[in-house]
């Protein structure tokens, strides 16, 4: 069974800390790693994407991959109220479909 | 770059009536487009692959004659609800990978939300 984890949430962080998010694939083939911001009613919005090992910074967020332990995960640093949305981490399957977690709900705390 | 636009963003039918819901890629060409719905306060599930040209794929437990899928040009994508029910309520979201890479990420329409009564 393919399936992408994630914590549900909802993660609280006060304003101006760093909010971690963790996400967890199955399948080891898998070579490509998104990471997406919905706000309620939207649709979602592409934040960072990743394919190699290691970490990868983009202003305020970094997505961070280790294929060998099968995890991904964005940290926002410096958190905004307008970073209050659900966050889905997103798995390119071997057979290129998409696969999406289940997200985690963020609130940033004024 | 990598736009995509869907229509219509809302729509309210009656059991039992068809919904056309149209994908365009506004600024690159797309063989092929994702279709993914979203019931409340749950993630977004695949429902098939549009292929330009040929036959949609679909996920398993995704009725084919029920939600018809045309893929006529390298720019749209249409998806039909046949013989809607009130349990096909949902959003519905259209994608397509931005050209590049073979695996490189959707990009998202804005969705469509669909309520049968």
């Known amino acids: 069974q393919k399936e992408v984890e994630q914590n549900s949430g909802p993660l609280s962080v006060p304003e101006g800390a760093i909010a971690s998010l963790n996400c967890t694939y199955s399948?080891?083939?898998?070579?490509?790693f998104f990471w997406y911001r919905q706000y309620s009613g939207k649709s979602p919005e592409l934040i960072m994407f990743?394919?190699?090992?290691g970490d990868k910074e983009d202003g305020r967020f970094t997505a961070q991959l280790n294929k060998a332990s099968q995890y991904v995960s964005l940290l926002i640093r410096d958190s905004q109220p307008s970073d209050s949305a659900t966050y889905l981490c997103?798995?390119?399957?071997?057979?290129?479909?998409?696969?999406f977690g289940p997200g985690t709900s963020l609130s940033v705390i004024p | 770059g990598a736009v995509v636009s869907q229509h219509p963003s809302r729509v309210i039918c009656k059991s039992g009536t068809s919904v056309k819901i149209e994908c365009r890629s506004l600024?690159?060409?797309?063989?092929?487009m994702f279709w993914y719905r979203q019931f409340p306060k749950q993630s977004l599930m695949l429902m098939a692959t549009?292929?330009?040209?040929?036959?949609?794929?679909?996920e398993q437990g995704v009725e084919k004659d029920k939600f018809l899928i045309n893929h006529a040009s390298l720019t749209l994508s249409t998806l039909t609800v046949t013989s809607a029910h009130p349990e096909d309520s949902s959003f519905y979201i259209c994608?397509?990978?931005?050209?590049?890479?073979?695996?490189?990420?959707?990009?998202f329409g804005n969705g469509t939300r669909l309520t049968v009564t």
């Open positions: 994608s397509a990978r931005a050209p590049g890479r073979g695996n490189s990420p959707l990009h």
């Open positions: 399948d080891r083939g898998s070579q490509s």
């Open positions: 990743i394919y190699s090992n």
């Open positions: 997103a798995v390119n399957d071997p057979y290129d479909k998409v696969i």
């Open positions: 600024d690159f060409q797309a063989t092929t």
């Open positions: 549009s292929n330009e040209g040929s036959k949609a794929t679909y």
